[in-house]
């Protein structure tokens, strides 16, 4: 079975009361998601290690279901939890089965990617549904505007009014095309060897023109080869960097792209000296339509949001950081079990003011 299997037994007392549950057998799904070998988890007594443990809702489901005989469904959320046989957190559905008269069998399916990706598309729909409303209603006002004041011919008041229909159009447009990018993103992932310093020279290159009217330099340390989508690997890199551009300060940007290994990922960073990330944002600079610096700077709010999505499918997490010194640091990871090499050379290919194959300094 692909999904956590596991068996408790009861231990009564001498009046034949249910005293303690004692584990038994665990399939290897429910090893990994305990993370406790069934080696180390067989025999253990829940009470005895955990006395708190006999208020807490699981243990009182299985109890019933062992006294009563009759099965129970429940989707719990854990939120943090470090119970007596391991720690685990999610959303679950748990099925619990009665197994003769002493043992609870219980069947636990993990639904938290189905009940964020629910609760991702809800926000999803009311966000865009409200980001739209407000271009879409300066639209018609500007017509009906503009409606009254044809009969002047194109004078100066309509010139304006036809200059502000299109920088309203531009903006619906542009949230339309983020919609757009963000549901085509980070959904299936088509997993190939991806050499993240081939990626990183693409980007560069794509983004020539713009660093040489910034005057950027970028510099990009050895990255190495992972497993996964190489299109949406680069999106995430060209999202970054093309941020690092657009939020930058009076200083010509000076962009960093580095990688190293630490816990069983590759943490990639992308650190620059521009303004900086609002410490009060956190992790909604990732929400949708969320704009860092409001309409100072031009944009959807969609890029960080895609580079999350795009993250997240590949197995990783991103996070944004102040900088040292100023400017933010992007990070983000990626499994280095799908690796199949641990560097390679650094990125080398024509760019703008960029420093290929020096050493990326610490994100």
Known sequence: ???????????????????????????????????????????????????????????VRMLGVIE???????????????????????????????????????????VT?????????????????????????????????????????????????????????ARARSLVDGILEYARFGTAVDAEDVDMADVAAEVVDSLAGALRRSGAAVHVGRLPTVSGDRAQLGRVLQNLLANSLKFRSHEPPDVVISAEQADGFWIFGVRDNGVGIPEQLGDEVFAMFKRAHGDEVEGSGIGLAVCRKIVEAH??????????????????????????ASASRPAGRGGARRGAGQPARAP
């Open 1 to 59: 079975m692909p999904d956590p299997i596991g068996v408790l037994w009861a231990i009564r007392d001498a009046d034949g009361a249910v005293a303690d549950l004692e584990t038994g057998y665990g399939n290897p799904a429910m090893d990994r998601m305990i993370g406790v070998s069934m080696e180390r988890a067989f025999g253990r007594r829940l009470l005895e290690e955990r006395p708190e443990f006999r208020d807490d809702e699981a243990f």
């Open 68 to 110: 009563t005989g009759t099965p129970a469904v429940v989707e719990t959320a854990v939120e943090s939890s470090v119970g007596p046989i391991g720690s685990v957190t999610g959303v679950f559905v748990h099925r619990a089965l009665p197994l003769g008269p002493d043992g609870v069998l219980n069947l636990v399916t993990d």
């Open 113 to 169: 990617g189905e009940r964020r990706l629910e609760a991702e598309l809800e926000r999803y729909a009311k966000v865009a549904a409200h980001d739209l409303r407000e271009p879409l209603m300066a639209m018609g006002m500007f017509v009906d505007q503009l409606d009254r004041c044809l009969e002047r011919g194109r004078d100066e008041a309509n010139e304006e009014l036809v200059s502000l229909l299109r920088r309203t159009g």
């Open 315 to 340: 197995g990783g997490a991103i996070a944004a950081h102040a900088a040292e010194g100023g400017g933010t640091v992007m990070r983000f990871s990626l499994p280095t079990g799908l690796s199949r």
